[in-house]
C-alpha cells in the first residue's frame, strides 16, 4: 500500500505553516510568521496571531500545494494542530482544516502539538533518520511552553513522562534572559547569537535541581531527580546584571549570554542523557524549538555520543513551529490506522 499523502496545518502561536509529507518523505514545508508585529510589545499578543493566521493560512497552502505539486483532491488526510497553545490562534487554523476536510472529502486528524514536535524526527530530514520509531525511544522537548524527557513508546498513544520543568521552560528562560540583556525579542535566537562572542566560563550560574537532596542516586531516585528548574538561573542573571548597572560598568553581555546558554544546555543535556540511561532509552529524538540551539545540539550529540545513545536532530528549520510536523505525525496516525478526529473537534489551549 501507498504511504498515506498527508497534508499539515499548524497556527498554535505566531507561525502559520502548512506542510505535506508522504509517509516520512516531506514534500513541503511553508511558514509565514506574525512575529514581526509582536516584537514591538515583547510577547506574543494572541489577538494578533489570530488575525496573521487568517490573513497568511490560504496563501501559505497554495505556496505548500504547488511545492509539493499536489492537488487537494490527492492528499489523503488533513492533520491540524488542535492544542496545546493559544486559542484563538488554533481556532483559525482548525477552522480552516475542517473546510477544507468537508469540501474535498478527506478524513481529519487533530494533532497534539507536542508529539508532532518529537513525530517531525521520524522525517527524512533528520540527521541519523529512522523509518520508524525503534524500541526504547525517548524524546526530550525543549519550547517556549514546555521542556520535557519523554518515554515514547509510540506517537499514536503511547507517551510517557519522565521528568519535566517545575517552572519556567527552556525557551521561557531564553526569552526572559535575552530581555534583561537587551536582546529583544525572541530571546532564544538572540542569545544564541550573542553567546557565539561570549565566555561560557565567564560566570558559574546555578544548576537547578542537581543538589543530592532532590536527586538522590539511581538506586533511590529523588523526587526531582529528573526535573528541572530555571527560575533561579534567571534571577542569578538579573543579580550579575544588577551589579555592574549599580557599579556603572558596562555589562559584559556576550559572557552573560554564553554563560547563561552553558547552565541551561549543560544541565538540560546532562539530566536528559542521564534519564535515558537509567530508563534503557537508547535512541533520543530532539524536538522544539529550542532544539534549534547550536550549543545543545553540539553538547547533546557529544554526550548521547559517549553514552552510546543514538541521537536524531531534525533540522533547524523544522526545529520551530512549522507545518510539516503536524503532518509527519498525522502520516504515522493514519499508517497506524488510527480513528479520524470529528469535524467537532474543539481547540484545546491546554492540551497535555
Ligand atoms: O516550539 P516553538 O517554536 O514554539 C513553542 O511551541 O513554544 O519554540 C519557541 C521557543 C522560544 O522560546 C524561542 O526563544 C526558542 O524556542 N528558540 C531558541 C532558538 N530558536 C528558538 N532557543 C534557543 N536557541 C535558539 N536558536
Ligand atoms: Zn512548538
Not at 51 to 65: D, K, V
Not at 89 to 111: F, H, R
Not at 182 to 197: K, R
Request: hydrophobic letters at 45%; aromatic letters at 4%; one cysteine or more.
Amino acid at each position: 500500500k501507498a504511504e498515506p499523502l498527508v497534508l499539515g496545518i499548524e497556527s498554535s502561536c505566531d507561525e502559520t505553516g502548512v506542510g505535506i509529507v508522504r509517509g516520512t518523505r516531506l514534500l513541503a514545508n511553508e511558514v509565514a510568521s506574525s512575529m514581526e508585529e509582536h516584537v514591538r510589545f515583547g510577547g506574543v499578543i494572541p489577538e494578533i496571531a489570530a488575525r496573521g493566521h487568517l490573513e497568511a493560512f490560504t496563501p501559505t497552502l497554495r505556496r505548500a500545494l504547488d511545492t509539493a505539486g499536489v492537488s487537494l483532491d490527492e492528499v489523503d488526510a488533513i492533520a491540524v494542530t488542535s492544542g496545546p497553545g493559544l486559542a484563538g490562534a488554533l481556532m483559525v487554523g482548525l477552522s480552516a482544516a475542517k473546510g477544507l476536510a468537508m469540501a474535498a472529502d478527506k478524513p481529519l486528524y487533530g494533532i497534539n502539538h507536542l508529539v508532532a514536535h518529537v513525530a517531525v524526527g521520524l522525517l527524512d530530514t533528520a540527521e541519523g533518520q529512522v523509518q520508524s520509531l525503534p524500541p526504547n525511544t525517548g524524546a526530550l522537548l525543549v519550547s517556549g511552553g514546555h521542556t520535557e524527557i519523554l518515554r515514547v513508546g509510540s506517537l499514536t498513544d503511547d507517551v510517557q513522562l519522565l521528568g519535566s520543568t517545575i517552572d519556567d521552560a527552556a525557551g521561557e528562560a531564553y526569552d526572559k534572559t535575552a530581555r534583561l540583556l537587551g536582546l529583544g525579542y525572541p530571546g532564544g535566537p538572540a542569545i544564541d547569537a550573542a553567546a557565539v562572542d561570549g565566555d561560557p566560563k565567564a560566570f558559574r550560574f546555578p544548576r537547578g535541581l542537581t543538589m543530592p537532596k532532590f536527586e538522590g542516586s539511581a538506586e533511590n531516585p529523588g523526587k526531582h531527580r529528573h526535573n528541572w528548574s530555571f527560575s533561579g538561573l534567571k534571577t542569578a542573571v538579573a543579580r550579575a546584571v544588577e551589579q555592574f548597572e549599580k557599579a556603572g560598568q558596562p555589562v559584559p553581555v556576550a559572557d552573560i549570554a554564553a554563560s547563561f546558554q552553558e547552565a541551561v544546555v549543560d544541565v538540560l543535556t546532562s539530566k536528559a542523557v542521564r534519564a535515558c540511561q537509567e530508563h534503557g532509552i537508547t535512541t533520543l529524538l530532539l524536538g522544539g524549538g529550542v532544539a534549534a540551539n547550536r550549543r545543545l545540539r553540539q553538547l547533546l550529540g557529544d554526550r548521547c555520543a559517549s553514552a552510546g545513545i543514538e541521537l536524531i536532530i531534525p533540522p533547524v528549520k523544522l526545529c520551530t513551529d512549522n507545518g510539516a510536523m503536524v503532518a509527519a505525525l498525522g502520516a504515522q496516525l493514519v499508517a497506524a490506522g488510527a480513528s479520524p478526529s470529528s469535524l467537532g473537534i474543539p481547540a484545546d489551549s491546554s492540551l497535555p
